[in-house]
């Protein structure tokens, strides 16, 4: 019996890496993704990744269009595009996945999961907490800049847990070190927070992380938009240990030249994630009765910028 294949859809950094890392490892991939040149250097002179490792894989099935994974068998489909496009996807993907494909969604975003649950599933649909990140150079090139090591997988049901398990080995095993975590929600807030406090005003003023957090008044506004986070997720359910707030803190003043991906959006002319980050916090903080201040004005701002 033919070894099944591993679905990624989205070629950018998240999606990229990944790729790497499985097809380095000799799990046989699909690519897709709706920039034809890079998938045509990916198919032809391969995938090239540097910085925090370095890999030059050749993947041959790269196809520009989600309806032709109906060819492949997926034991596992990950769907790792900006949760802004998740919804134009999902109809075509739900008439060529097969339902015993386990669905994941490997995206940023507060519950990022849920439309994807609701189009395929919740038991067959997992979630990833991803720890890495890197940005597209050029035409199969991408550039690694971290990984906070590990990422974190996740069901959304008990019946989901051992898929989870397996798949958490198995990239492990490909080097990308991954937990299955009972919780994946309560990581899924700390990496929104984290995302929060400081990304998004980097997409504002259009400078890097560590030159944002230099300017006067950066720091205190971060803080404003911790405590805010803090305050909502506690409201939903979500406590941490008491040094949590300082953590966050040290967390983000460790940051270096990096660019956001929020930033590199707006940059770009496309659409953010504000949404999915402040903008949820602001909308979850109205419905408990919370003040976010802090948060509606960054959503306004950051869609102020890409109006």
Request: a negative charge.
């Amino acid at each position: 019996m033919a070894k099944p294949y591993i679905g990624i859809v989205g070629a950018g950094p998240i999606g990229g890496i990944l790729c790497a890392y499985l097809a380095a490892a000799g799990e046989k991939i699909v690519i897709a993704d709706i920039l034809e040149d890079h998938l045509e250097a990916i198919k032809t002179k391969g995938l090239t990744v540097t910085g925090v490792r370095d890999f030059q894989v050749v993947v041959p099935d790269a196809v520009n269009e989600v309806g032709r994974l109906a060819d492949y068998d997926l034991e596992y489909l990950f769907i790792a595009v900006k949760v802004t496009v998740t919804d134009k996807i999902l109809p075509e993907l739900c008439k060529v996945i097969a339902p015993e494909t386990i669905v994941i969604s490997h995206q940023n975003g507060l519950y990022a999961e849920e439309p994807i649950a609701e189009a395929f599933g919740p038991d067959r649909t997992l979630r990833t907490v991803i720890n890495y990140a890197g940005f597209y150079e050029e035409p199969g090139k991408l550039k690694f800049t971290f990984f906070q090591k590990a990422n974190h997988l996740g069901a959304i049901t008990e019946a989901g847990k051992p898929a989870a398990e397996a798949l958490a080995g198995r990239l492990t095993a490909a080097g990308m070190n991954t937990e299955a975590v009972d919780d994946i929600h309560k990581y899924d807030w700390e990496k929104v927070i984290l995302n929060v406090i400081l990304g998004p005003i980097c997409a504002i003023v259009g400078k890097t992380m560590k030159d944002t957090l230099a300017c006067e008044g950066v720091p205190e506004l971060s803080d404003g938009l911790l405590r805010e986070c803090i305050e909502v997720a506690r409201a939903e359910g979500f406590e941490w240990e008491p040094g949590f707030f300082e953590k966050c803190r040290q967390f983000i003043r460790k940051a270096g030249a990096h660019k956001p991906s929020m930033l590199v959006d707006v940059e770009a002319g496309r659409k953010t994630e504000i949404d999915l980050i402040c903008g949820i916090m602001a909308e979850l903080g109205r419905k408990h009765g919370i003040p976010t201040p802090y948060n509606e004005t960054i959503t306004t701002l950051v869609k102020a910028v890409t109006s």
